[in-house]
């Protein structure tokens, strides 16, 4: 195979050659007066040996860019690559390597840039890499476990309360009955002023805090103007005039 010429080249070889060779074997037999007696016999037989000679041996001859894999073996099965296979690649025809994944070239010298072809599968953003590609993430987001994905970041914050608890809005309930009694209480006190005063101008608020703070602002008004009432009959007691003097 992708041999293309085979010659007969003469050279120093060994050679079988048979030869005969003698094998002694022992046995028993009867000698004179019926005794036992060992002796041998010899036999032949035919044995082989490897004799230096000179003979012809085929000599294969490879076509261009091929090479044989092994010293004796006459197939040519080994390709030729004159510029060596880089990063990974391996040598399969003349002058042509079969590259691993991220590498092309005549000799896989060339990086591919898996990002350009945006056949990459990343979520968000992919970086090239030497022989591969790196898939990242925005702001706020991190790498799914497959390593392309992303998804957002847990919040570090703890989680809120889910609500006010049973015993606080009861105390909540219990808050506000008190504060309806209390109002209840205030409007009763100052019921009475109410018929005393005079109404309370547009600018009074008709909630019961600015309406108590009205109406004790009205009785200082009383209280200083029976202090001048009284100031100036005190004063009129004590006058005299020129005419009845």
């Known amino acids: 195979r992708r041999v293309c010429s085979v010659a007969a080249a003469p050279g120093p070889a060994a050679v079988p050659v048979s030869h005969v060779q003698p094998v002694y074997q022992p046995y028993l037999t009867t000698c ?7 002796t041998y016999r010899t036999l032949y037989k035919v044995s082989y040996r490897l004799e230096p000679r000179q003979a012809a041996r085929p000599a294969a001859s490879c076509c261009p860019g091929w090479s044989r894999a092994s010293g004796p073996a006459l197939g040519c099965n080994r390709a030729v690559c004159w ?3 880089r990063n990974g690649g391996s040598c399969v025809f003349p002058n042509r390597c079969s590259c691993p994944p991220g590498w092309t070239g005549p000799a896989c010298e060339t990086d591919v840039d898996e990002c350009a072809r945006r056949s990459h599968g990343c979520g968000q953003l992919c970086a090239n890499v030497p ?8 702001a706020g987001f991190r790498l799914a476990t497959d390593g392309r994905a992303c998804e957002p970041e847990p919040d570090p914050r703890p989680a809120g ?14 808050l506000k009955a008190r504060v309806e009694a209390l109002e209840q209480k205030l409007q009763s006190v100052l019921a009475p002023f109410h018929d005393l005063m005079p109404s309370a101008p547009d600018d009074v608020g008709t909630d019961p805090v600015s309406r108590l ?33």
């Open 161 to 174: 309360p889910q609500g006010p608890s049973s015993e606080m809005k009861e105390e909540m309930r219990d």
């Open 32 to 38: 004179a007066g019926q005794r036992l007696c060992s």
């Open 131 to 138: 022989g591969s590609y790196r898939c990242s993430c925005r």
């Open 213 to 245: 703070s009205h109406s004790l602002r009205q009785l200082d008004r009383i209280d200083s103007l029976s202090e001048q009432i009284s100031f100036l009959e005190e004063r009129l007691e004590t006058c005299k005039c020129p005419g009845k003097a």
């Open 83 to 85: 510029a060596p296979c």
